[in-house]
């Protein structure tokens, strides 16, 4: 483990009202959207940006979003990150 | 847009990070499962005593998955191979992983022995009711009327007989006062995590644990990702998830 590992993606700042920031890395999403289902207030919809298999990723709506985690516990490839403030 | 952020993901110190992104299929159970259990090792601070053995099938992709000693043999032999480890090195936490397919078609002869003995290891079997590096053929635990490349007019129980219940199977045979044997699926992934707290606190005691976590293969099963966990249900009627044997004492 010489170098630190740089991840790409980007970030939705500011849901659940200020509460939390979401974030995804695109290195590691490939787009299967189980998260999509999961999601108790339904609120993720598929992004402009493309993941590891130029498939799209996800991204919440801010408004709806309550940046409970779910999403990010039920990726298997642990793409999402839910960092409360 | 996408940047490079400064913030990292969320995986546990059991996790190889150097490999990136796993080799599983988009959607893949594999990756829930192994998530779950490397935050598990994390919790119990096994990271030191722990030995992962992976199984021919698509459970082989987590060759380097675990940041753990990890071996990989044929078709069900990860149990012997783990349980030797074991048996060499009192104290080690041997983990065994598999797929239905090695664990309860060409392997079961493994599984059975080792759990008549109850020797000391944790067995995990991930169900997903197909071959799945083969392309979705029909597996020992494929459910009635579902169709496989194989079974094209659904499984006919008639022709093929009943689908293998390997937690029923294990906790009929295994020793009740050292075994752990139950079954969860990845459409809870905390009840998950408590199952196999308990499974792995077993195995440090010197017990014999065995889950099958029921999984998803979205690609075989040529679901999206609502049917996906649809299917997940349907599985969840017909293979029970609960505890089926748990040692006195345990929590």
Redo the contacts between chains.
């Keep these: 483990?010489a170098e630190e590992?740089?991840?790409?993606?980007?970030?939705v700042a500011d849901v659940a009202k200020g509460k939390a920031d979401w974030?995804m890395?695109?290195?590691?999403c490939?787009?299967?959207?189980?998260c999509?289902?999961?999601c108790p207030k339904k609120c993720l919809k598929w992004s402009k940006?493309v993941g590891?298999?130029q498939?799209p990723c996800v991204e919440p709506d801010p408004e709806l979003c309550i940046g409970c985690g779910t999403c990010?516990?039920?990726?298997?490839?642990?793409?999402i990150?839910v960092?409360k403030k | 847009m996408i940047t490079t952020l400064d913030v990292k993901p969320d995986l546990a110190k059991a996790q190889n990070a150097a490999a990136g992104a796993s080799k599983f299929c988009p959607g893949c159970g594999h990756g829930m499962i192994l998530k779950t259990l490397a935050k598990t090792i994390d919790e119990l601070e096994l990271n030191e005593r722990a030995v992962f053995g992976c199984d021919i099938g698509c459970s082989l992709l987590s060759w380097n998955y675990m940041n753990l000693d990890t071996v990989q043999t044929h078709h069900g032999r990860t149990t012997p191979v783990i349980y030797g480890v074991t048996r060499a090195n009192p104290g080690t936490v041997g983990i065994a992983y598999m797929g239905d397919g090695g664990g309860l078609a060409i392997g079961a002869q493994h599984l059975v022995n080792a759990a008549t003995r109850s020797e000391n290891l944790l067995v995990i079997v991930a169900n997903n009711t197909n071959y799945g590096m083969t392309g979705g053929q029909m597996s020992p635990t494929t459910m009635p009327g579902q169709k496989t490349e194989t079974t094209p007019y659904g499984r006919d129980c008639e022709v093929t007989g009943r689908p293998a219940k390997a937690a029923e199977l294990v906790a009929s045979i295994a020793d009740p006062n050292k075994s752990y044997v139950a079954r969860a699926s990845v459409s809870n992934l905390r009840k998950l995590n408590t199952v196999f707290k308990k499974a792995l606190k077993n195995v440090a005691d010197g017990g014999y644990s065995f889950v099958e976590v029921l999984s998803v293969c979205p690609l075989n099963w040529r679901t999206n990702n609502e049917g996906t966990w649809e299917r997940l249900k349907t599985m969840e009627e017909c293979f029970e998830v609960k505890e089926f044997l748990v040692k006195e004492g345990l929590e």
């Excluded at chain 1, 990010?72 to 793409?79: F, H, K, L, R, Y």
């Design positions: 483990m590992i740089q991840y790409k993606g980007y970030k974030y890395f695109t290195d590691l490939k787009g299967c959207g189980l999509m289902v999961k940006e590891l298999y498939t990010a516990m039920v990726c298997p490839d642990s793409a990150k960092v």
